[in-house]
């Protein structure tokens, strides 16, 4: 969201010139993917959630609740098969497909832990096999497993550039 | 500043994890430095005032508000000579001495009016014309000529990193 004179707003905080949300990917897994899986609560809305794969990526800019040239959501993650891992990568008009390999994201803390995986999508409008490469590209985080809060989690935050 | 967490703090807010000072060379003239020349107050300090001549560049991190990897000072500009335009480049172990040419900042409001001047500096240790050169940089802005709002302004902002 922007107010009239470029300056982001968010609800109930309106920011100083200058100031963005630039997180880094330990912040991002870290702070908001893991905490949403922990159902707590954020004081300050910063990322929007909603099922991005119901949505063009062209589309989804209009609904983050910041950002510029990036935004951020939380997306519920569906599956191919009601039995199997394998992700469900169709959208609106086209379909996400993975890119390069996936990079772990790893704790600055002392542990240098594995705490998450970063993957990089491309979105292809029609229908796959074939399909149109775009120059929409987004990155998925997820945690990394076993360090998982609650078991049961199926949400991760897309970011979208 | 920065808490223990990490987590960057300005007096009187503190910011949601992964929000950070970015500002953009047209924030930076048009907020920040015209307003500091028209004596404005920010209702939120920002930007340190101090004479960073008097300092060498690794000493000037701790005195920022805020930063990673970059950090913001509004600093008066001192004369070569009483009546010359020059100004004295010479700091407490060092001296910058100016690299590449000048760039001008313009808005990206309908004019596009050139609205200040960014001028590149890299540190020495030792005396000019010796000195060894460090990996320390500035980037010094000004209010373009005829722009001021006030004629007799000698402060500027330096982005250090």
Redo the contacts between chains.
């Keep these: 969201m922007a107010s009239s004179s470029g300056v982001p707003v968010i609800p109930q905080?309106e920011?100083?010139?200058?100031?963005?949300?630039?997180?880094?990917d330990e912040?991002?897994v870290l702070?908001?993917l893991w905490r949403k899986t922990e159902s707590a609560t954020?004081?300050?809305p910063?990322i929007t959630e909603l099922d991005l794969y119901k949505y063009d990526p062209w589309d989804l800019p209009g609904k983050a609740i910041l950002g510029e040239g990036e935004w951020y959501f939380f997306s519920p993650r569906d599956r191919k098969y009601p039995n199997g891992a394998r992700p469900n990568r169709a959208a609106a008009s086209g379909f996400w497909k993975a890119t390069g390999t996936d990079r772990p994201v790893h704790t600055s803390r002392g542990t240098l832990q594995k705490i998450g995986v970063k993957k990089a999508l491309v979105f292809y409008k029609g229908r796959a096999p074939k399909g149109v490469k775009t120059t929409w590209v987004m990155h998925e985080y997820r945690l990394a497993d076993g360090i998982s809060p609650s078991s049961n989690t199926t949400r991760k935050p897309g970011s979208l550039r």
Tied chains: 1, 2.
């Design positions: 905080i920011l100083p010139p200058g100031f963005r949300f630039h997180p880094t912040e991002l702070h908001y954020f004081s300050i910063v």
